[in-house]
């Protein structure tokens, strides 16, 4: 079986690394053909974390994570940019009330939890409780 990083002649792929400014934990690997255009990026990558295109800026890093360049034009291909295996695109999220700000997707310390009193517990049939 092949690695995911390795290339298939005439394969006109990148694999790149995409991080995201509001998802600290949030880092996928994603195969893009050089031949999408940056919107088509942007809509593909809206599926995988939420951001609409329309909120969304990319920045493309190198292996080294230096920043390249911004990804502004959104009728550009992906391969006018010169990405390779192993660079990174983050995402920013310009929008300040997307679903992806504040941290509620990954800090589950934000999420209000059910709590049952030890009496209406001892009321219920089918304890778990020793």
């Not at 050089?34 to 329309?54: A, I, M, P």
């Not at 920013?92 to 997307?98: A, F, G, H, N, Y």
Request: charged share 30%.
């Amino acid at each position: 079986m092949a690695s995911q990083l390795q290339k298939i002649e005439g394969d006109d792929s990148v694999l790149l690394r995409v991080t995201h400014s509001n998802l600290k934990t949030f880092s996928s690997d994603v195969r893009f053909s050089l031949q999408t255009t940056v919107e088509g990026v942007k809509d593909k990558l809206w599926r995988k974390c939420g951001t609409s295109v329309n909120s969304m800026s990319l920045e493309l890093y190198d292996d080294t994570n230096s920043k390249i360049s911004n990804l502004s034009d959104n009728s550009r291909p992906l391969g006018f940019y010169s990405p390779l295996d192993g660079y990174r695109i983050h995402v920013i999220d310009l929008d300040p009330s997307s679903v992806t700000s504040g941290g509620w997707l990954e800090d589950t310390s934000l999420v209000e939890k059910y709590k049952i009193s030890d009496e209406d517990y001892q009321k219920r049939d089918g304890k778990f409780q020793n």
